[in-house]
């Protein structure tokens, strides 16, 4: 591990009630014991739990990657998962029949969703438009890990609801914008502007049960893509 325990500057990791601990002993398939002769202490059951640990750690984007490469590879990795559960969130919706279905919209007939020229808002990862109830649906997917600790539940909360880069705020601008440009999302849409009234609402998909919906209110309702059934029907 190291001869002087624990070394400057990561002295938080050594606090055993923190989680996802770089000096964590679960990291460590090889110890060096300080003495005057040093000893490196090992044990087979111990290094059978490192490997799948750091891989556990790798995949779910829990590792705090130092080199240029690592992040890279977590970064895309995590991208592809969160495309992926965008596209099955889609799908699922999809497959109920009668729904118009578009997936990462950022543009409504050339116009991007944005503050402004220099501000875009992103893209709506799953525009689900129901015209037998003059429906829009705009759908934010969240690919989430399970909060574990304290502190994962509390970047979770500030991730979702509490800050103003978080997710909620940001889809609610985004339904602010396709509320002011309906009439442009409908006719892009090939649907009848008059006819009756049409409504925009937002919602949140997330991967898993989380408890953190439950400590605020939300402007915007979340579910798990398991209760989009409920939503649509």
């Known amino acids: 591990l190291t001869t002087s325990f624990p070394p400057a500057g990561n002295e938080v990791d050594a606090y055993p009630w923190r989680f996802n601990r770089e000096l964590s002993y679960v990291r460590r398939s090889l110890l060096i014991r300080g003495t005057d002769d040093e000893v490196v202490v090992w044990g087979m059951r111990h290094l059978d739990r490192v490997g799948p640990n750091l891989l556990n750690l790798i995949q779910s984007g829990r590792l705090k990657a130092k080199s240029p490469e690592m992040r890279s590879y977590i970064g895309s990795m995590r991208s592809k998962e969160r495309e992926a559960f965008n596209d099955e969130v889609a799908n699922t919706f999809a497959s109920m029949g009668e729904l118009i279905v578009r997936r990462r919209v950022d543009r409504i007939v050339g116009e991007r969703i944005e503050r402004s020229a220099a501000e875009p808002l992103g893209d709506v990862d799953v525009l689900v438009v129901d015209t037998r109830r003059r429906r829009v ?97």
């Open 137 to 233: 649906l705009a759908v934010e997917t969240k690919d989430f890990e399970q909060a574990r600790t304290p502190v994962e539940l509390s970047n979770e909360l500030k991730k979702l609801f509490d800050e103003e880069d978080s997710a909620v705020h940001h889809h609610s601008e985004r339904i602010d914008w396709l509320r002011d440009h309906l009439d442009r999302l409908l006719r892009w849409l090939g649907l009848e502007v008059r006819g009756g009234k049409w409504r925009v609402e937002g919602l949140i998909v997330v991967s898993r049960p989380l408890v953190t919906p439950y400590f605020t209110e939300s402007p915007l309702r979340v579910v798990t893509i398991e209760e989009l059934g409920n939503v649509a029907g």
